[in-house]
């Protein structure tokens, strides 16, 4: 049984080896013809390259086809804003400009592409002056470097030297943050030439008193950079009070609107003043139980009658005529007297 099994095996190897041997056979047969095809390929570039330029080719080397380069798709930006001639604001709109040119190489290849890029953008005064010089200039619109400097030149007159100087000293904090200063004293330090320690004592001198005050006891920097961080911390922190202090004051008169004064009386209904101070509850019990005075405490009489009372002095020494100077008063105390004593 064995045996068999051995040579069935064995059988089944053979054709194995020989489906293994007519496969190659094929496969050379396949290399051979795509061998001969490629053959005639080269063969028929070498002619074609020979027809047309015999003398500069060699008819044994194959010409080379370059392969076109890869281009990535440039990105998209947002076109500036409209330029109607403003001159703070030239220097600007160009640069914003140039970030398209650079970054779009293609799409903008051309002078005349970036030229007429610019002058789509620009409105008023602006446009008056492109529409003049195209007619004035015509060859401005082929060359993207003339048109910029005859732009700059009209358009492009920055606050530089003694001007940015007069400006820096002028330049107060006002009612701005110190955020919202400081972006427009860094423009004018940046043209002005100034040294770091001379812009530190004109940036001081132009913040608000109550920053003044607050820098006097903590200012240690030793630059610009330092000392416009510790006034926008400290700004930053002197508002946050400011709008607590707002919120208290608005939770004061709530207060004050939902708990309204009780008049001359208090919780107890007894008089706020009799004599010389309010009385507990025990000397009160006392005077009522005693009928003694509310005012000097003494019986026999009552408060309308004491002649102890400002009231009463005032009533015997004014003149004809004249109102008494507690009369509400008395007649308030007298009215809870009977109130409380019957």
């Not at 370059?66 to 798709?73: K, L, Y």
């Not at 003339?146 to 030297?161: D, I, L, S, Y």
């Not at 030793?222 to 006034?231: D, F, G, K, S, V």
């Not at 706020?272 to 509850?281: E, K, N, S, T, V």
């Amino acid at each position: 049984g064995n045996v068999n099994k051995i040579k069935t095996a064995l059988s089944s190897q053979g054709q194995l080896v020989d489906q293994q041997g007519q496969a190659h056979a094929e496969l050379r047969e396949a290399v051979s013809m795509l061998a001969h095809r490629l053959d005639n390929l080269r063969s028929w570039m070498e002619q074609a390259s020979n027809r047309g330029t015999p003398s500069s080719r060699s008819p044994t080397v194959a010409t080379e086809i370059p392969s076109p380069p890869i281009v990535g798709r440039e990105p998209n930006f947002p076109h500036p804003h409209r330029y109607g001639g403003k001159p703070g604001l030239c220097k600007q709109f160009l640069h914003q400009c140039s970030l398209i040119f650079d970054q779009q190489p293609s799409a903008y290849e051309k002078d005349s592409t970036k030229v007429a890029f610019v002058m789509s953008l620009l409105t008023g005064q602006a446009a008056a002056w492109a529409v003049e010089i195209s007619n004035a200039q015509p060859g401005l619109r082929s060359s993207f470097p003339e048109f910029v400097a005859e732009f700059r030149r009209v358009f492009h007159h920055p606050v530089m030297g003694r001007e940015a100087e007069g400006r820096l000293l002028a330049i107060r904090q006002g009612k701005q943050s110190v955020a919202e200063y400081s972006i427009s004293f860094r423009i004018l330090a940046a043209r002005s030439g100034y040294g770091d320690h001379a812009l530190c004592g004109l940036f001081r001198r132009g913040l608000n008193v109550s920053l003044k005050d607050e820098l006097a006891t903590r200012d240690d920097s030793t630059n610009l950079e330092e000392l416009i961080n510790l006034a926008l911390v400290l700004d930053n922190r002197m508002r946050e009070r400011e709008q607590e202090r707002e919120r208290e004051r608005g939770d004061e008169r709530g207060n004050a609107q939902h708990h309204p004064g009780t008049g001359t009386a208090d919780a107890e209904g007894e008089p706020m003043q009799l004599g010389g101070g309010r009385l507990g509850p025990e000397e009160r019990q006392r005077r009522i139980r005693d009928q003694a005075c509310f005012y000097c405490g003494q019986p026999g009489h009552r408060v309308a009658n004491c002649s102890m009372t400002p009231a009463q002095t005032k009533l015997t020494s004014s003149p004809v005529g004249a109102s008494p100077y507690t009369f509400q008063h008395h007649t308030y105390l007298f009215s809870w007297l009977q109130e409380h004593t019957t």
